[in-house]
């Protein structure tokens, strides 16, 4: 069959695609909550991220690929299904979820059960590495094989994939934005600056490399923890390195371990079509040359790697042929 609606509830991102129009909506997945009631949500919530005042606090739905804030997933299932549903667009859609690997069966129960009763219809779950790898470029209905690390804020994965499925799979429970927490750590205790969440990412937006660090730096501005006042510092790509290098070490090890666990068949096919980099943080720079070095596989990144689920995504919907292959209903 095919689906109407597929939906991403990410760590730091939630889209939509459509059948009809594609990938129609993106937002930050976060929320603002204040003694338990959500008062902001996606853009409005960025906006508080180190900001919020004195009892807020700026959440995101899920920690570590699995849902930690259950009331902000199931608030942002209705922003984002309520229009299908409350009026006549669509007589009960049917919705996809992207699946992350880490998914517990009472996490699906109450994305369908939330869904089902605004009034969707049939629900079914799609493997994201499966949607990245079709935003990717690639065609899983081939039984060649491919590996595909997806490099994601929350999570990242390798999967060999064949046949429109899974063959061997590691995940890592952790992502990009454990950079950025590292930087604010180090800074911190290195520099006594404190610093917020936006201003750590910043940094690694400017300095961080998986390549050796260069001798290069940065201004951030934070609370300087001696004065107690505003202040500054000079922040070097050596510092931002040491927040880097264990997320780079993990996803390679990932990589190495998942080709050594590969099928004969599958491992001829891996020297032919080597790495697929997805997610925001295949941007990282000299990752690529990094993971090709440690695990002799030449590594590609397609246009826009941050957008390959929300792509793929668009794609299975509209694809029946795909459909039938990655999305298994609930």
Same mark, same amino acid.
């Given at each position: 069959?095919?689906?109407?609606?597929?939906?991403?509830?990410?760590? +730091?991102?939630?889209?939509?695609?459509?059948?009809?129009?594609?990938?129609?909506?993106?937002?930050?997945?976060?929320?603002?909550?204040?003694?338990? $009631?959500?008062?902001?949500?996606?853009?409005?919530?960025?906006?508080?991220?180190?900001?919020?005042?004195?009892?807020?606090?700026?959440?995101?739905?899920?920690?570590?690929?699995?849902?930690?804030?259950?009331?902000?997933?199931?608030?942002?299932?209705?922003?984002?299904?309520?229009?299908?549903?409350?009026?006549?667009?669509?007589?009960?859609?049917?919705?996809?979820?992207?699946?992350?690997?880490?998914?517990?069966?009472?996490?699906?129960?109450?994305?369908? +059960?939330?869904?089902?009763?605004?009034?969707?219809?049939?629900?079914?779950?799609?493997?994201?590495?499966?949607?990245?790898?079709?935003?990717?470029?690639?065609?899983?209905?081939?039984?060649?094989?491919?590996?595909?690390?997806?490099?994601?804020?929350?999570?990242?994965?390798?999967?060999?994939?064949?046949?429109?499925?899974?063959?061997? =799979? $590691?995940?890592?429970?952790?992502?990009?934005?454990? #950079?950025?927490?590292?930087?604010?750590?180090?800074?911190?205790?290195? =520099?006594?600056?404190?610093?917020?969440?936006?201003?750590?990412?910043?940094?690694?937006? #400017?300095?961080?490399? =998986?390549?050796?660090?260069?001798?290069?730096?940065?201004t951030a501005v934070g609370l300087d923890m001696a004065t107690g006042?505003?202040?500054? !510092?000079?922040?070097?790509?050596?510092?931002?390195?040491?927040?880097?290098?264990?997320?780079?070490?993990?996803?390679?090890?990932? #990589?190495?371990?998942?080709?050594?666990?590969?099928?004969?068949?599958?491992?001829?096919?891996?020297?032919?079509?080597?790495?697929?980099?997805?997610?925001?943080?295949?941007?990282?720079?000299?990752?690529?040359?990094?993971?090709?070095? !440690?695990?002799?596989?030449?590594?590609?990144?397609?246009?826009?790697?941050?957008?390959?689920?929300?792509?793929?995504?668009? $794609?299975?919907?509209?694809?029946?042929?795909?459909?039938?292959?990655?999305?298994? =209903?609930?």
């Amino acid at each position: 069959m095919q689906w109407d609606i597929a939906l991403e509830l990410g760590e +730091n991102t939630v889209r939509l695609a459509t059948r009809e129009n594609g990938l129609a909506f993106t937002a930050p997945s976060l929320g603002a909550m204040q003694n338990d $009631r959500l008062i902001a949500i996606g853009e409005d919530a960025q906006e508080m991220l180190g900001r919020a005042p004195a009892g807020v606090r700026v959440v995101r739905p899920l920690e570590n690929g699995r849902i930690s804030e259950p009331k902000l997933a199931a608030q942002w299932l209705t922003r984002l299904l309520e229009p299908f549903t409350s009026g006549t667009k669509l007589a009960r859609p049917s919705v996809v979820f992207l699946e992350n690997g880490f998914t517990r069966q009472s996490e699906r129960e109450l994305l369908a +059960n939330t869904a089902l009763e605004l009034g969707a219809g049939q629900c079914g779950v799609l493997y994201s590495d499966i949607a990245a790898a079709v935003g990717a470029g690639m065609d899983i209905r081939r039984g060649d094989g491919f590996a595909l690390a997806d490099v994601g804020a929350g999570r990242m994965s390798v999967s060999l994939i064949s046949y429109g499925r899974v063959a061997r =799979a $590691r995940h890592i429970p952790y992502g990009m934005n454990r #950079v950025d927490e590292d930087i604010a750590r180090l800074v911190r205790a290195r =520099a006594s600056l404190s610093i917020g969440p936006r201003t750590a990412e910043d940094v690694k937006l #400017v300095l961080a490399s =998986a390549l050796p660090a260069r001798e290069v730096t940065t201004t951030a501005v934070g609370l300087d923890m001696a004065t107690g006042f505003p202040g500054e !510092r000079e922040i070097s790509a050596i510092l931002v390195r040491e927040a880097v290098e264990p997320i780079v070490d993990a996803l390679a090890l990932a #990589v190495q371990e998942t080709v050594q666990d590969a099928p004969d068949e599958l491992s001829a096919d891996l020297l032919k079509s080597g790495l697929i980099l997805t997610g925001g943080g295949a941007l990282l720079s000299g990752l690529d040359k990094v993971l090709a070095s !440690r695990c002799g596989l030449a590594c590609h990144i397609p246009e826009t790697p941050g957008l390959c689920t929300g792509k793929g995504m668009a $794609r299975v919907l509209q694809d029946a042929v795909l459909s039938d292959m990655a999305v298994k =209903a609930l």
